[in-house]
């Protein structure tokens, strides 16, 4: 949940924490201690610019793959999700149907402060198309970007709440295909199974390979067995391949960025862009600042 939450908090953040510096340095005018403050604010901007410069190459060097066709992996896909009954859930909060939610819920204090008595988000599985296949979305851990923001007061709460509607999906995680072409079968431990299986029923496997009507399975008998099985297996795996895997992406499992949003890969890569930008200019007046305080 807390990587979840890292993208939608770091911004304000950021924000709240230099205008807290700002203000505290034009408290203390020309100072050294002004000097420090403002290249703290350098710093955070700093690193606020490295993770927005990084999700915006990350972005910029992952072409958009087709689900029919795409690599097993780290990609990224764009399409819509399947608005059905069976794919839509409902927000707790509101009612309305969507495919992710999330959502906070504060109560107001006597103080009129307003303080958090409640959260939630959802971890439904939902389904999204691009014409080529279909690819359920497991969103546990994902960073939501660009959901609809709603708010709504009644009485003494306050209630807030993200919706992603599904009309555009944009997706960057892990991609892999269950079943199909791509399956990872083993023959000679699908074999032994089957054999045990036979050997279980016992009655079944002399009728089956008792041909000399002996009461006993000689080895000749038990190496038409083992040959039987083989090919049964083979077929199965044939038929296994044969058929249309099932395509999911979920979160990374070596760490790296798993990302929902309802923004093309144009608008997210040129959001990023904008932030990193912005911060890089904090960054330079910095600099610039901090010098000509201690000069």
Not at 52 to 75: C, E, M
Not at 126 to 150: K, L
Request: with cysteine; charged share 20%.
């Amino acid at each position: 949940m807390l990587r979840g939450f890292k993208s939608h908090y770091a911004g304000l953040i950021t924000s709240f924490s230099h205008l807290a510096l700002l203000a505290i340095a034009i408290q203390l005018g020309r100072q050294p201690q002004t000097a420090l403050i403002v290249g703290l604010i350098g710093v955070i901007s700093f690193f606020a610019w490295a993770s927005s410069f990084h999700r915006k190459r990350l972005i910029a060097d992952t072409p958009t793959s087709r689900i029919g066709s795409a690599a097993q992996g780290y990609v990224e896909l764009h399409g819509r999700a399947l608005l059905d009954d069976d794919n839509l859930i409902r927000s707790p909060v509101s009612g309305i149907s969507c495919v992710w939610y999330r959502y906070r819920v504060y109560l107001r204090q006597e103080n009129n402060k307003w303080q958090k008595v409640g959260h939630g988000v959802s971890d439904s599985i939902f389904q999204i198309t691009d014409g080529s296949g279909q690819c359920f979305i497991d969103p546990n851990h994902a960073e939501v970007i660009g959901a609809e923001r709603r708010v709504t007061i009644e009485g003494q709460y306050r209630r807030v709440e993200e919706l992603l509607y599904g009309h555009s999906v944009y997706a960057l995680g892990e991609f892999s295909t269950l079943g199909g072409a791509g399956s990872q079968l083993n023959l000679k431990e699908d074999m032994a199974l089957l054999l045990a299986e036979w050997k279980r029923d016992r009655a079944a496997l002399h009728e089956r390979f008792d041909l000399d009507g002996n009461g006993e399975i000689d080895q000749q008998e038990w190496e038409l067995a083992r040959r039987t099985a083989v090919r049964e297996v083979e077929k199965q795996h044939r038929d296994i391949r044969a058929q249309n895997g099932t395509h999911i992406m979920r979160a990374p499992r070596d760490g790296r960025l798993f990302i929902l949003s309802n923004h093309s890969p144009h608008r997210l890569r040129n959001q990023y862009l904008c932030w990193s930008v912005w911060h890089l200019l904090i960054v330079l007046a910095s600099v610039v600042a901090v010098i000509w305080l201690l000069s």
